[in-house]
């Protein structure tokens, strides 16, 4: 078996996302959802299928620009598309920052669905793989 860093759903066009939330920090991710990090296998991974992800809210601070999706692929408590981040700060960040902003109540819920077309893949040793 390969040696797989995650399975996700890749973000069929960046750009996309990023002209419906504008995102002022400097490194600019929002290129896929996690779905399940160093996984054994690529059982259940449906390779190449289209679907569409639900962006439910977001999250920001100094550090941090944060999308919150509804996908139940996703092994994370909070799934999500990283946007952007500052230069110091890694991306996995965004579950910290989700943390928070559950607890403290100052996630930014949206009352209208947002939807964006995604592929389903993964990655191998950190390098995107062929989703289709």
């Known amino acids: 078996m390969q040696n797989i860093y995650h399975t996700a759903y890749f973000i069929d066009n960046p750009q996309d996302l990023l002209s419906m939330f504008k995102t002022d920090l400097p490194v600019i991710y929002a290129h896929h959802s996690t779905n399940k990090y160093k996984p054994d296998n690529l059982d259940g991974v449906e390779i190449g ?11 920001k601070d100094d550090k941090c620009d944060v999308l919150l999706v509804e996908n139940d692929k996703s092994e994370n408590k909070y799934p999500h598309i990283t946007l952007s981040c500052t230069k110091v700060v890694p991306p996995m960040y965004s579950n910290q920052l989700l943390e928070m902003t559950d607890k403290d109540g100052s996630i ?9 077309n995604v592929t389903e893949g993964y990655v191998i040793k950190e390098e995107r793989a062929v989703v289709g």
């Not at 299928?49 to 999250?59: F, T």
């Not at 930014?108 to 964006?116: L, R, W």
């Open 49 to 59: 299928k289209k679907v569409k992800l639900k962006i439910i809210g977001r999250a």
């Open 108 to 116: 930014e819920y949206f009352s209208d669905a947002k939807y964006i």
